[in-house]
Each structure stands twice: as C-alpha cells, then as structure tokens.
C-alpha cells in the first residue's frame, strides 16, 4: 500500500512539473508586458472597450472629446476583436483614394447633444418679402419631422454618437471612397445653425484610421477669413492632425506629400488677399513652409478660373450637385475647364452628387431641384467626371441631408401629413453600391490614362 501511494505521488509531482513547464515555453514565446498591437487603434473606441473588459458603458461624449490616437496595450480579449475587424475589412472593397467625399459633422440628437441639432433647420425664407409671403415660416421639430426631403436610416442622429461615425465609415468602405472631406470650422466658431465641431475631429480620424478611411478638410467661410487667419488655421490643423494616420496627404508630382485642402466659398475673398498666403512672395506666404499645401477654391462663375489662377491657388472644384445651377456645375463646361487647368498647372476636381432638392429648408427654390431619376443622374455625373480624365473626383455629399445631396442610406417614412422622398425601387444603399461600381471603373480609367 505505501509502495502505491509512493508511486502515485511521483506521478502527480511528474505532471505538476509537465504542466508548469508548458507555461514556462509559453511565456518565453512573448516577451514579458508586450501588448497585441492593433493596427487599427481598436483600444480608442468605447464600444470596443466595453466589450473588452466588461464594465459599465462609458459616457460616450466625454469619449469622444478625450480620444487619444494611441493605446499602451488593448485589453483582455481584443486579440479577437482584432480578427473579427480585419475579416470586414477585407470584405469591403478596396479604398480608392483619388474619391473624395464631402462630410457634414453637424448634427445632434438630445442623448448626446442636449437637443436636436440641424435636423430641426429652420424654413429660410426668400430674399423677396411678396414672394416669402407665399410659404411657410418656423422650423422642424425632431424626431419624426426633419429639415430634409429624404429620412435619414439611422434616424435623427448625433455626430457625437461613436456608433453612428462607425456606421458611417462602413458605408465608405462599402462605396470604396478611400476620403472623406470633413467640413471645418475653427475651434468656438460655428455656422448660423449648429454647434462648434472641431472637438469631433479626433473621433472621426480614429474610426477612419480604423476602417482605412483617409480624412482631409473642408475649410467653410467663417466670419473673418482671410490670408492671416487662414494661415493660422493651416497651422492648427497641420500641428494638432497632421501626425495622426488618418491624416490625408496628396503625392503630387515631384513626390512630395501634402495636405490638401478644399476652400469652400472661396471668391469672398479677393485674389489679392489670397496671394498673401498663397503666393511665394506674400506677406503672410504659406509655402515653401512646413505647413505648405495643396489648395483648391471653389468654381461657381466662369470668371473665377483667372481669380482662381491669381489668387495662387493649385486647383478648382465645382462642389454643387445641380447640373446646370452654375457654370462650374455643369458638366458640359468640363472639358474647357479642364483644358483651362492644364494649361495653368491646376488641379481641377470636378463635384459629382445623386440629386438636389431643398424644399424642406427652402420651399421656394423647386426650380433647382435635380430628381435622382433612380440613381440615373448620379451615373451621368459621374461618367462626365471620368469622360475629362481628372486626377480626383469630389462626390457632394456623404450627408448633407438638406440639401438632398446625400448618399447615405435614406428610408421610407410616413409622418402626420409628411411623405418623405426615399430611394425605392432600390434599396437603402442604391448610392452606395453605384458609387462602389464607379470607383472601381476610376480606378482601371486612371491607369490607363497613366500608361
């Protein structure tokens, strides 16, 4: 009997020392503290987190405003998280860079922002007061009565709400656009209708990091815009943005990499004005300095193309979506316009959209309205893009909702005596999927043109 318990005793010491020596080789496979480093910085995103260790929902706001865009070590189970993320990543097509999207980050719901934010826009009236007389004045209420002619599929968010900038950088990849063109204001300053949102920024270039999505800036006319406070906004953007991977940079011919920036409204400042930034010999010249760019004004009339070519800027976009509202806007002005840029050494980055209706803000502009005719004007566009062979297509918009412009996902919705315009017989993503089938077809196009 003690000859068995004796035998029993070594073999249970002999498989205590087995297994303390599997854990041993185990360990000296990683080296002590290292973390899985996710490419992706999964660590940022509060729903990532929550998943992870299991504790209470963080207050999403306050997330957004600390983002930070680097992690010590991502938590227990990320390593999971990790490849479930790169298995969609490679479900989605490939990012085409030379496709830019205009973004919006203005809106706000009462679980993140207090009150609804843009969705309640305000009827605008007419310049004409006889002519006012004849529509109606107020403002949306939210909720169910929103200022826009279509009804968003995620309803009346918040561009604070983390889960809502992840839906919508899935929709980019889904559309292959590789850019996002985010409109800016600076830091305290708004447009007449909204909040500052330049505290968004962290959080969208992290999630966009994330889904391999490249962010550059659309610089709107705040009030006081001009050569000095434009340099100093370059500066900002540059110095607080420009280390972050998401951060975009265009390759330009000589091989150097610089951020590009569209400057919408442009033309309110005068050429003259503009040279002090722009050109070389300005007083408060941006190039040739670490915060040199690559930057575009907008086109509306035909005499902007010598302003444009004066005031210094590398290029020229169109950005409305209504063929034929402005010279720059419509597509049979195209070619001229991009004949006149090569000639000049410009960029010319023709603005492409689905439609335009704003009668839900504007009841009286039904003359400019642009019907999607089922996603047949946004290919037409689209195809006259190409037809001129440019370097960038810009698409108006990712989700300015107001304006009808949006590719977004939109949904049939009836409320009181409001019947909101949708994208049947097609499905929610109708423009996303058109978008994808033209990125692809830009890309093998450009290849061919760079033969």
């Not at 492409?352 to 839900?360: A, F, N, R």
């Not at 315009?421 to 929610?428: I, N, T, V």
Request: proline letters at 7%.
């Amino acid at each position: 009997m003690a000859r068995f318990q004796r035998k029993t005793c070594i073999t249970l010491i002999g498989f205590i020392l087995f297994i303390f020596g599997i854990m041993v080789v185990l360990k000296t496979l990683r080296p002590e503290g290292a973390g899985f480093e996710s490419p992706f910085g999964l660590g940022l995103f509060p729903e990532l987190q929550r998943a992870e260790s299991g504790d209470n929902p963080p207050n999403h706001q306050k997330g957004i405003a600390d983002s930070k865009p680097a992690v010590d070590q991502l938590k227990k189970g990320s390593t999971k998280s990790i490849m479930t993320l790169e298995a969609k990543l490679e479900e989605f097509p490939v990012p085409n860079y030379n496709l830019h999207v205009f973004y919006y980050s203005w809106y706000g719901s009462p679980q993140f922002d207090g009150k609804y934010i843009h969705w309640d826009h305000p009827i605008l009236p007419h310049w004409d007061p006889k002519v006012a007389s004849n529509f109606p004045k107020g403002k949306h209420s939210p909720p169910d009565d929103v200022g826009s002619n279509f009804y968003p599929g995620l309803g009346a968010y918040s561009s604070r709400d983390p889960t809502v900038i992840e839906a919508h950088m899935q929709q980019l990849r889904t559309a292959a656009i590789g850019v996002l063109a985010l409109s800016w204001y600076p830091p305290g300053m708004k447009e007449d209708n909204g909040e500052p949102t330049d505290g968004l920024v962290p959080a969208i270039m992290d999630i966009a990091h994330k889904y391999q999505v490249k962010v550059t800036f659309h610089i709107e006319p705040y009030k006081g815009r001009d050569d000095l406070s434009m340099y100093n906004n370059v500066k900002y953007i540059v110095d607080k943005y420009g280390d972050h991977p998401a951060f975009y940079r265009y390759k330009t011919s000589n091989g150097k990499h610089l951020p590009l920036f569209y400057v919408y409204d442009s033309y309110l400042t005068s050429p003259e004005m503009w040279t002090r930034l722009l050109k070389e010999s300005g007083h408060h010249s941006i190039r040739n300095t670490a915060y040199d760019g690559i930057f575009i004004g907008l086109l509306v009339e035909e005499k902007q193309k010598n302003e444009i070519l004066t005031a210094g800027f590398d290029g020229l976009y169109t950005y409305f979506a209504t063929n034929g509202f402005s010279f720059g806007s419509s597509h049979r002005n195209w070619k001229s316009i991009k004949g006149f840029c090569d000639s000049n050494n410009l960029m010319f980055i023709p603005s492409v959209g689905p439609g335009y209706i704003d009668t839900s803000i504007r009841p009286w502009n039904l003359h400019n309205t642009r019907n999607r005719i089922n996603g047949k004007y946004y290919e037409t566009a689209l195809s006259a893009a190409l037809e001129v062979r440019t370097d960038i297509v810009s698409i108006t918009s990712f989700n300015e909702w107001h304006e009808g412009t949006q590719i977004e996902k939109a949904i049939p919705k009836i409320a009181g005596q409001t019947t909101y315009q949708d994208y049947l017989p097609h499905k929610a993503d109708i423009y996303l999927e058109i978008t994808r089938k033209w990125a692809e077809k830009f890309q093998k196009e450009r290849e061919k043109w760079l033969v």
